[in-house]
């Protein structure tokens, strides 16, 4: 059984920064990509950043240069650093997985497996 579990979220002020975790057990996490996805109230899910097994990152325009996605697969465990946060960042964050290994994506539906999010909160 696969377990996502995110921790990390809080309330930041404009311009700051924060780090979110995302732990995993059930299988071999070093073969698998790794996704991070955000939903602000009102607002469909959208992609934020993704990392692969050989560490290459891609990322959404709006987060690219501030975010960095990164992991250790000796502790199963893929992170997103946020800095310059605004309060456009506000958001539920989701840590997410694909079902098949050696398959990155930035599609919201070809991931099978959901943390149960972590909030952010960016005041101004």
């Known amino acids: 059984q696969v377990q996502l579990v995110e921790s990390g979220g809080g309330l930041v002020q404009a311009g700051g920064s924060l780090r979110l975790s995302c732990a995993n057990s059930g299988r071999t996490f070093s073969n698998y990509a790794m996704g991070w996805f955000r939903q602000a109230p009102g607002k469909e899910r959208e992609f934020v950043a993704a990392i692969n097994w050989n560490r290459i990152t891609y990322y959404s325009d709006s987060v690219k240069g501030r975010f960095t996605i990164y992991r250790d697969n000796a502790k199963n465990t893929v992170y997103l650093q946020m800095n310059s946060l605004k309060p456009e960042d506000t958001a539920h964050y989701y840590c997410?997985?694909?079902?098949?290994?050696?398959?990155?994506?930035?599609?919201?539906?070809?991931?099978?497996?959901w943390g149960q999010g972590t909030q952010v909160t960016v005041s101004s």
């Open positions: 997410a997985a694909p079902n098949r290994p050696w398959y990155v994506t930035r599609e919201l539906y070809d991931y099978n497996y």
